[in-house]
């Protein structure tokens, strides 16, 4: 009986000294939940094969989502659309699965839009003639998780000349500096 009540009072102990410590969470439980946003794309395509978004082009980019918190996001699943005027056939108009976005990874998907094929461009969109140079066309994001999280995100493609896109710049000081 004596070697009871000690075992009990230990625990009495323990459990006194494990409430009085801190919350390892605390306030900031969002930051272990899943929160997958845009990372950033690429052109994987384009019509006149330069690399560039320029007008008259059809793009095909590719678009990495980023999970930032400290567990991993599942079922995700995207849908992107823009507003622009200067955009036509603006593809796929449905969600696009990514899958898993395991906690604090990066990951691309393509799109089976396409006549059923799957492609390595996860939208694809045609950029009309009469679009200025330096344009920003806003892409929004929108990201549907498991248990319904949300999220949402948006982020620029520019339009730029194509005879200039891929001269480097140079600055005053190097010309005063040889």
């Not at 323990?14 to 900031?28: Q, Y």
């Not at 082009?57 to 079922?75: E, H, M, R």
């Not at 969600?95 to 799109?111: F, L, N, Q, R, W």
Request: proline content about 6%; hydrophobic content about 30%; some cysteine.
């Amino acid at each position: 009986m004596k070697n009871i009540w000690k075992a009990s009072l230990c625990i009495c102990w323990l459990s006194a000294c494990t409430l009085n410590l801190p919350d390892p969470i605390g306030d900031d439980v969002e930051r272990f939940m899943p929160n997958v946003k845009y990372d950033k794309h690429s052109v994987y395509t384009d019509s006149n094969k330069d690399g560039v978004v320029s007008s008259g082009d059809t793009i095909g980019l590719q678009v990495w989502l980023k999970n930032t918190g400290l567990s991993g996001a599942n079922y995700v699943k995207a849908t992107f659309s823009t507003t622009s005027q200067y955009v036509t056939s603006f593809t796929p108009k449905k969600d696009i699965k990514y899958g898993t976005i395991p906690a604090e990874a990066s990951k691309m998907v393509g799109h089976d839009g396409y006549r059923g094929q799957q492609t390595l461009c996860t939208i694809q969109f045609g950029v009309s003639p009469a679009t200025p140079v330096d344009t920003l066309i806003p892409i929004y994001v929108s990201v549907v998780g498991s248990n319904d999280r949300t999220w949402k995100d948006t982020f620029n493609v520019t339009v730029s000349n194509p005879s200039t896109a891929h001269l480097p710049t140079t600055t005053a000081t190097e010309f005063t500096n040889k």
